[in-house]
Nanobody, 125 residues
């Protein structure tokens, strides 16, 4: 079993930055594909970014490309999502999800084995 805990969310003004963390416990994280999603009440979950097990492959949604950087430190069992130039439309609950695979494929699709509880990001205009 893997437990995922997100942190780093908060209230920030438009143009500001936040760094979200997804910390894993229970098993080594180094063989897991990790993906960030976000969701607002009443709306569908939206893919944000993903990183391969090694960190060598990353993917970003068009909505955050150029403003967002995903990274991981497998020694710390943690994946990070740096969000810059935040916009009010970035407001959402951000979730990290993980599955044990070395295949990157389409991280925006498919089933994930583990999910965190989410961290709220609120961007004021």
């Amino acid at each position: 079993q893997v437990q995922l805990i997100e942190s780093g969310g908060g209230l920030v003004q438009a143009g500001g930055s936040l760094r979200l963390s997804c910390a894993a416990s229970g098993r080594t994280f180094s063989t897991y594909l990790v993906t960030w999603f976000r969701q607002n009440p009443g709306k569908e979950r939206e893919f944000v970014s993903a990183i391969s097990w090694s960190g060598g492959v990353t993917q970003y949604a068009d909505s955050v490309k150029g403003r967002c950087t995903i990274s991981r430190d497998n020694a710390k069992n943690t994946v990070y999502l740096q969000l810059n130039s935040l916009k009010p439309e970035d407001t959402a609950v951000y979730y990290c999800a993980a599955k044990e695979t070395r295949f990157f494929g389409r991280p925006d699709l498919g089933r994930y084995d583990y999910w965190g509880q989410g961290t709220q990001v609120t961007v004021s205009s």
